[in-house]
């Protein structure tokens, strides 16, 4: 099983960004993924999660309103749509898999991409 995230760049306060993780080896139609990002310095925390078929959501108080989770189960895909981007938004991000519910914590999360590195200048 592999996760790969994708999207990642040097923005602008303000700009929006998409990124996305794919998968291999797995499907998504059986998996919850999550977004998680970590900032230079301190610890990952949870940006948001979807369900396994796409119908269910949340987020982490720093993405409500601004970021939108999606996910395309045919492709394999899970979307991350950032707008308004702040400086305090950039980290790594990483996108997580796992069977069952979301979560917004790391632990119950088995399957990890690399990471996708998203940098905001003020």
């Known amino acids: 099983v592999q996760l790969q995230a994708s999207g990642g760049g040097t923005v602008q306060a303000g700009d929006s960004l998409l990124l996305s993780c794919a998968s291999s080896?797995?499907?998504?139609?059986?998996?919850?993924a999550g977004w998680f990002r970590q900032a230079p310095g301190k610890e990952r925390e949870f940006v948001g999660g979807?369900?396994?078929?796409?119908?269910?959501?949340e987020y982490g108080d720093s993405a409500k309103g601004r970021f939108r989770l999606s996910k395309d189960n045919a492709k394999n895909m899970v979307y991350l749509q950032m707008n308004s981007l702040k400086p305090e938004d950039t980290g790594v991000y990483y996108c997580?898999?796992?069977?069952?519910?979301?979560?917004?914590?790391?632990?119950?999360?088995?399957?990890w991409g690399q990471g996708t590195l998203v940098t905001v200048s003020s």
């Open positions: 979807i369900n396994w078929s796409g119908g269910v959501t």
């Open positions: 080896g797995m499907s998504f139609n059986h998996y919850a």
């Open positions: 997580a898999a796992r069977k069952g519910p979301i979560r917004t914590t790391e632990g119950p999360y088995d399957n």
